[in-house]
């Protein structure tokens, strides 16, 4: 059993729904061990009215790398969302950020996640659950990190529970 972390997203309503279907569905493959608070932040990358809601999940897979790629993928199409070629507003977005002290560097999967070391609405939620994450290709720590993205503006959501089972 591989221990990993995904980031979850939604920006489109109804969004608790998308992230607890999200979670429903993940749950087939992988053991949920810790949930983060939700957070809302704004999107990255592309212009949107639209708020993200995010949040982060430990789990236990026996799902290889790729596996687990194309599992979440195939998840993201289930609970509708587009495949585009931009980045856009959307339904759910899964990503791997961690698969155990992995590093991966292909054409279709990326760990630790190219972005997450960047992205505050990734990062605040991983400490939440492990103050001590170092990113294994870089060796930087969690809280260095998130020292260089505190000017992007988070949220945590404290009227959004998601029952960790």
């Known amino acids: 059993m591989a221990y ?6 939604t920006n489109i309503e109804p969004k608790k729904l998308n992230i607890l279907n ?3 569905q993940i749950k087939e493959k ?3 061990i810790d949930l983060s608070p939700p957070y809302m932040s704004d999107p990255v990358g592309f212009e949107s009215s639209s708020i993200f809601i ?7 897979t026996d799902l290889k790398p790729y596996k687990l790629l194309e599992y979440l993928k195939e998840t993201e ?3 509708g969302r587009k495949s585009t070629n931009y980045v856009t507003d959307r339904i759910i977005d899964i990503d791997i950020i961690f ?9 279709n999967l990326t760990i630790p996640h190219p972005r997450a070391r960047t992205r505050r609405f990734v990062l605040q939620p991983l400490y939440d659950i492990n103050k001590n994450i170092i ?3 870089t ?10 993205v505190k000017t992007q503006k988070l949220s945590q959501i404290k009227s959004f529970y998601v029952e960790n089972s």
């Open 4 to 9: 990993i972390y995904l980031s979850i997203g």
């Open 22 to 24: 999200a979670l429903n």
């Open 30 to 32: 992988i053991s949920i």
């Open 54 to 60: 995010n949040l982060v999940l430990k789990g236990k």
């Open 77 to 79: 199409l289930k609970l």
């Open 99 to 107: 698969y155990e002290d992995e590093v991966i560097n292909s054409v």
């Open 135 to 137: 990113f294994p290709d």
């Open 139 to 148: 060796k930087e720590t969690i809280i260095d990190l998130l020292k260089k």
